[in-house]
């Protein structure tokens, strides 16, 4: 009987530790060249799918972010946020989340290799181009930057406040299945 109690209550202690592995983001993280065209169209172009595909987990994946580790908040043009995300790099990575549900959201998203995982015999999770920094608008989904690895907060931060507010030029736009990209010159 005692055993059983303290299993319980070893479990009920050690459970939010195990729900909540807030793992931060690599400090050697980059954006990635988008002008140039044999890293910036096979990634735009992934994102695009994937942004499509995500679209219909999108809802449920934010109500999962939005309860994930805080990792800091920010001003942005259209009002104060709070970056939130934990260690799982499934899907949303980082989730931008507006004060006020009128603004915009920002979502750090993986961007797989669809194109290799679809490869007949192919097998286990699709490899990743990188990591994408997109905000929702309505219908409207644009990302902004794309890294190589998931960065540190201070430059999520930093990098969701100044898309957020349009400080920095768009790569990509997706809007009711329709994508237009948006390749930066060199």
């Given at each position: 009987?005692?055993?059983?109690?303290?299993?319980?209550?070893?479990?009920?202690?050690?459970?939010?530790?195990?729900?909540?592995?807030?793992?931060?983001?690599?400090?050697?993280?980059?954006?990635?060249?988008i002008a140039d065209p044999e890293i910036g169209a096979p990634i735009l172009i992934m994102q695009g799918l994937w942004?499509?595909?995500?679209?219909?987990?999108?809802?449920?994946?934010?109500?999962?972010?939005?309860?994930?580790?805080?990792?800091?908040?920010?001003?942005?043009?259209?009002?104060?946020?709070?970056?939130?995300?934990?260690?799982?790099?499934?899907?949303?990575?980082?989730?931008?989340?507006?004060?006020?549900?009128?603004?915009?959201?920002?979502?750090?998203?993986?961007?797989?290799?669809?194109?290799?995982?679809?490869?007949?015999?192919?097998t286990g999770p699709a490899p990743v181009l990188g990591y994408a920094l997109v905000t929702v608008d309505g219908d409207?989904?644009?990302?902004?930057?794309?890294?190589?690895?998931?960065?540190?907060?201070?430059?999520?931060?930093?990098?969701?406040a100044q898309a957020l507010s349009g400080q920095i030029p768009p790569l990509m736009r997706w809007k009711g299945g329709?994508?237009?990209?948006?390749?930066?010159?060199?």
């Open positions: 009987m005692f055993r059983v109690l303290f299993l319980i209550a070893g479990l009920a202690i050690a459970s939010p530790a195990l729900a909540a592995q807030c793992v931060e983001g690599l400090a050697d993280a980059k954006p990635l060249d942004t499509g595909m995500l679209i219909k987990s999108y809802e449920a994946d934010l109500k999962t972010a939005r309860g994930a580790c805080e990792r800091g908040a920010f001003e942005a043009k259209p009002g104060s946020y709070d970056l939130r995300g934990e260690g799982n790099l499934d899907k949303l990575a980082r989730v931008a989340v507006p004060k006020s549900k009128k603004d915009p959201v920002g979502y750090l998203s993986t961007t797989p290799d669809l194109m290799t995982a679809m490869k007949p015999g192919f409207v989904h644009t990302t902004w930057r794309v890294y190589d690895k998931v960065p540190v907060d201070a430059v999520l931060l930093t990098d969701f329709k994508v237009e990209i948006i390749v930066p010159k060199r």
